[in-house]
């Protein structure tokens, strides 16, 4: 175990958790895509939080932050930055976009048009974005952090599947608890916690926790059952795309990395199960038919969760 890695978590995690109340386990997936420097979809209703889940993370990091609140209006330009031509020196200068920080927040991601949407593709991928024919490369860490509301369908436009498969990580928030929403209650009658919290971690710290799941020993069983999981959701009979293998890597990744933020230095299968979800449902397509029927991808990467076979503890342990 590392104990300075453990104090690094413990140190953002209770940061974050002065704003949100109750919201641990989100916490930990944000973590999680932080370690593999990835980025995260969060779906959920709107006022449960996911705005301040991005903003207490990048305050607890002591990284560069920018929103992007998407409109139907809003132009690839509005994200990536544009060239500026300035009369008194007769030259084009880079305006930055807001997509030239270390954590982005995309919020309502899906009111964007996917034109605007497409932008954002290179930026996630390749940690780059062209700016009239120039390549510039964006600051390191890099997340996009986009929120999405599941329920409201006027003026948006569906992330297309390449757009999805960009994202290592998609979570809710869900509703608090009575207890927990008293608890916000009293937080809030002051000032709100969102500017009280102040960076807990330096950029070396957040690069070492980055570095961390290098690491992390995964077995080999495991890592046949981590590609057997994957390789099932391809021949599923109530599925018309599977996971491509950005997913498999997505899914080796942040079992390392959740591995190493629970104070372990080898993954075990309950690592892979618990994540899988989180990082497979929203990389395949369920069919027409059996949508109607009310399946759902997380309900189907579930079903292949319980029907894959685990390792047995002998295979683990040879």
């Known amino acids: 175990m590392n104990t300075n890695l453990q104090d690094i978590v413990a140190k953002i995690t209770g940061n974050i958790s002065r ?8 916490i930990e997936l944000a973590l999680v895509a932080l370690g593999c420097e990835g980025h995260i979809l969060v779906e959920d209703v709107p006022g449960v939080g996911k705005t301040m889940l ?23 330009s509005d994200v990536t930055g544009m060239m500026v031509y300035n009369p008194k020196t007769c030259e084009f200068n880079l305006r930055p976009g807001p997509v030239m920080s270390n954590i982005v927040l995309v919020d309502e991601i899906n009111r964007a048009t996917p034109r605007t949407q497409s932008s ?18 964006l600051n390191r860490p890099f997340v996009v952090i986009a929120t999405e509301n599941p329920v409201e369908f006027e003026g948006t436009f569906p992330l297309p599947e390449a757009q999805l498969d960009r994202f290592l990580i998609r979570i809710g928030m869900g509703y608090p608890q009575v207890e927990e929403e008293l608890k916000i209650l009293t937080r809030l009658e002051g000032e709100h916690p969102i500017h009280l919290i102040q960076p807990v971690a330096t950029l070396a710290e957040v690069n070492e926790f980055i570095q961390a799941k290098q690491k992390i020993y995964f077995e080999e069983s495991l890592r046949a059952y ?16 599977g996971v491509s293998p950005r997913g498999t890597i997505a899914l080796f990744n942040a079992a390392r990395v959740l591995a190493a ?28 038919e059996a949508s109607v029927r009310g399946i759902t991808g997380h309900g189907i990467i579930r079903e292949i969760i319980n029907s894959v076979p685990v390792p047995t503890e002998k295979a683990f342990h040879e």
């Open 19 to 26: 704003v949100l109340v109750g919201k641990e386990a989100a």
């Open 54 to 76: 991005a903003r207490a993370l990048a305050i607890s990091l002591g990284l560069s932050f920018n929103r992007i609140q998407c409109t139907p209006d809003l132009l690839p």
């Open 120 to 137: 954002l593709l290179e930026a996630m991928e390749e940690r780059q974005v062209t700016i009239d024919a120039e390549t510039r490369t």
């Open 226 to 241: 981590t590609v057997a999981l994957v390789a099932r959701t391809r021949s599923h009979p109530d599925l018309e795309l």
């Open 261 to 288: 933020i629970r104070g372990q230095d080898f993954v075990i299968p309950e690592y892979i199960k618990y994540l899988a979800p989180f990082i497979l449902s929203h990389r395949v397509v369920v069919s027409g």
